[in-house]
């Protein structure tokens, strides 16, 4: 039993570091997983070192270079399509994607909140501000809308007295559990259906 993974992120990457560590080339429960393709719209970001460690290279598909929303779109899907991949992920991808993605492409998206609240960029800030007494991370599958699809997994934890700090890296240490669980259970579900 194989998968392959496509990941996207924008930034820091600590996310796609993560999986590359703890998944590429490696069998979990019986899965082998390999990351075939690492996608990043962003030439700046630091992720594409990360990649790097791994001797793997990020293909750059700038949006900037886009008039359109779906154009942009179309490149992702045909990168993905023509790599065979059978899950892909956004990890810290910061676009919004168009149906010409979310209905050629099954993908799930890690979200600093526990969805349905706090959605969009600026999650850990509003939920550390808010009235609540708990706050988590989600991971949800991917479509048109905006942090808005079936949600997959969640962890929560009380905040307490944490300083913003100490909340962010709490988010961030979950972040990095929640996302791998749910990579192997989607990986289950899409190797069920496909009778593997
Ligand atoms: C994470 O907080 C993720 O939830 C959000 O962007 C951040 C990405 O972090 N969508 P990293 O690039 O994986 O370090």
Known sequence: MHIRLAILFSGNGSNLENILKKLH??????????????????????????????????????????????????????????????????????????????????AINLHPSLLPLFKGANAIKQSYESDMKVAGVSVHWVDESLDGGEIIAQKAFEKKNLSFKEFEDKIHILEHQILIQAIIETSEKILKENNV
């Open 25 to 106: 080339k490696k069998k979990v429960k019986g899965i082998y997983f390999e990351v075939v393709l690492c996608i990043c719209n962003n030439k700046n970001a630091f992720g594409i070192q990360r990649v790097e460690k791994y001797n793997l290279k990020s293909i750059i598909i700038d949006h900037n270079d886009y008039t359109k929303r779906e154009e942009f779109d179309e490149v992702l899907v045909n990168e993905i399509q023509k790599s065979k991949i059978d899950l892909t992920i956004l990890a810290g991808f910061m676009r919004i994607l168009s149906p010409v993605f979310t209905q050629n492409i099954k």
